[in-house]
């Protein structure tokens, strides 16, 4: 019995022993050769955050390459979400400037009032008006009335504008249509200015382009200055034009702007903005004028604007959309510097919102967009 318990003892110590031999420390770990040379797995791509902006648009043209930015995915890019913000036109987008209601905007020549008044700034060119003829930079506005108006029988009383119609007796007491602060406000200015006809001597009314097309066509007022598509919507339906862009030779330049506030706290998204807006254009550009007009017309679908195919390519028979090779065609901050001086002698404008345009045309966001080039 003693040799048996003897045995089994002898038998658990040497388990043991073994046991002690075969185990690894514990902070010692076995090499997984398998492991080691197995590739590794990459993570999911990491979803980068696209940076919100508010963009104010309007119906027409000018905002044609936000829209098209967006549905091409332009935005997302260059590291963008755009958010839309739909106004009737610039002067009502100026009042939304004051109070920071979007980020940055396309705009015409209301925008220098936005600039002068609300302390918005002037980031870049965005679309050139060309005349076909001599490729100056020309307005796509006009000034039309019934064919019968008395008006439409005298061309050329001023030997400077041999092309405008009209003269102080057709003119004076009546009622035009304009829109506030907009490049059609401009060509009313001059047209009067050209004829000689103070801004006392006929009843101005405001309002929007849509509803100065309709008051014509109610017979509401005997001239309205429209923009695209209601001036070829006017001529279409045998409405006589007075005055236009190339007959008063105004030139016209649309712009990128943004409030104040904003400028100052996000210029590399307004830099990003600008690269994605002139990839737009060039787009645009390049792809020709089938290619420009397919877009206008969805444009217009989304707007629920009535066209016809041969008013929309009208409508390109003049502007050209800047991009990075064409942006020296017309010196840059020019533009809104003749309008404010403009109006400012038609004291439309105080010579501190004239000092204030010129201090607010920056020239930093476009360096820095042509650095991330």
């Not at 936005?114 to 003829?133: F, H, N, R």
């Not at 307005?139 to 039309?144: E, M, R, S």
């Not at 109006?343 to 920056?362: F, K």
Request: aromatic letters at 10%; glycine letters at 6%; hydrophobic letters at 40%.
């Amino acid at each position: 019995m003693k040799k048996l318990i003897t045995l089994l003892m002898l038998v658990v110590m040497l388990f043991g022993v073994a046991a002690c031999a075969v185990s690894e420390p514990e902070d010692v770990q076995p090499e997984d050769t398998e492991a080691a040379d197995a590739p590794s797995v990459p993570d999911e791509e990491e979803e980068v955050e696209l940076v919100k902006m508010n963009v104010a648009v309007m119906p027409y043209q000018i905002s044609l390459p936000v829209f098209h930015a967006i549905e091409n995915n332009l935005d997302e890019e260059y590291g963008l979400e755009l958010e839309m913000v739909m106004f009737a036109n610039g002067a009502t987008m100026n009042e939304a400037m004051a109070s920071d209601q979007f980020d940055v905007t396309l705009t015409g020549g209301a925008g220098i009032y936005g600039i002068a008044t609300y302390d918005g700034v002037y980031i870049s060119d965005a679309v050139y008006y060309m005349k076909p003829d001599d490729g100056e930079p020309s307005g796509g506005d006009g000034i039309y009335c019934l064919a019968d108006n008395p008006a439409t029988e005298t061309r050329g009383f001023n030997p400077d504008y041999p092309n405008l119609y009209g003269d102080p007796d057709s003119i004076k007491g009546s009622t035009i249509l304009y829109t506030s602060g907009t490049t059609a406000h401009q060509l009313v200015i001059m047209w009067l200015n050209a004829m000689g006809v103070g801004l006392d001597e006929v009843n101005m009314l405001n309002m929007d382009f849509a509803q100065s097309y309709q008051a014509l066509t109610a017979e509401q007022a005997d001239f309205a200055c429209l923009t695209s598509p209601y001036t070829t919507q006017a001529q279409d339906a045998g409405y006589a034009s007075v005055a236009d862009g190339k007959s008063l030779h105004q030139n016209s330049v649309e712009s990128i702007m943004a409030p104040r506030s904003y400028y100052e706290n996000n210029k590399e998204n307004l830099a990003k903005f600008l690269n994605m807006i002139y990839e737009s254009n060039r787009m645009l550009e390049e792809g020709g004028i089938d290619y420009k007009v397919e877009w206008m017309e969805k444009w217009y679908d989304y707007n629920g604007t009535d066209y016809t195919d041969e008013e929309v390519y009208a409508e390109f028979a003049l502007g050209e959309f800047v991009t990075w090779d064409n942006m020296d065609t017309v010196e840059y901050g020019a533009y809104a510097h003749w309008v404010a001086d403009f109006y400012n002698l038609n004291e439309l404008l105080t010579d501190e919102a004239v000092e204030n345009v010129s201090n607010n045309i920056v020239t930093d966001v476009m360096e820095l967009a042509r650095s991330m080039e």
